[in-house]
């Protein structure tokens, strides 16, 4: 009996942890390093969304962080949901996965999307 009660609870707080799986993360714009892998995805990202008309040309950026995750991979990879906003007004939300390499100095787009326009 205590052998398969012992499974049963290794069985439980085995599926209560997925791993591999995304962690969310409490953005502070004082922590350089994330701050420079939002502003790398975004600036790769809104060119991307220009050229395909989903938002119009201009300077774009970052005014608000609805969320972070981050994934252990082989590296880490970092997903970032944020309002973003260009110097005539207009606004968007963004969601953008940077995969940052081991050792922090190489990054990549995963992927973005516009899901809201505001």
Do not use: C, E
């Amino acid at each position: 009996i205590l052998l398969v009660l012992s499974l049963a609870i290794f069985g439980f707080s085995h599926a209560q942890s997925t791993p591999g799986g995304y962690t969310p993360i409490k953005f502070n714009s004082n922590n350089k390093q994330l701050v420079a892998i939002l502003n790398y995805g975004v600036n790769q990202a809104v060119p991307k969304a220009i050229a395909a008309g989903q938002i119009s040309k201009g300077q774009w950026a970052y005014t608000n962080v609805i969320s972070v995750q981050n994934q252990v991979v082989a590296g880490m990879n970092f997903d970032f949901i944020v309002d973003i906003a260009d110097g005539s007004g207009d606004t968007a939300r963004l969601n953008i996965i940077v995969f940052v390499a081991p050792g922090g100095k190489t990054m990549s787009l995963s992927s973005w999307a516009i899901f809201m326009l505001q």
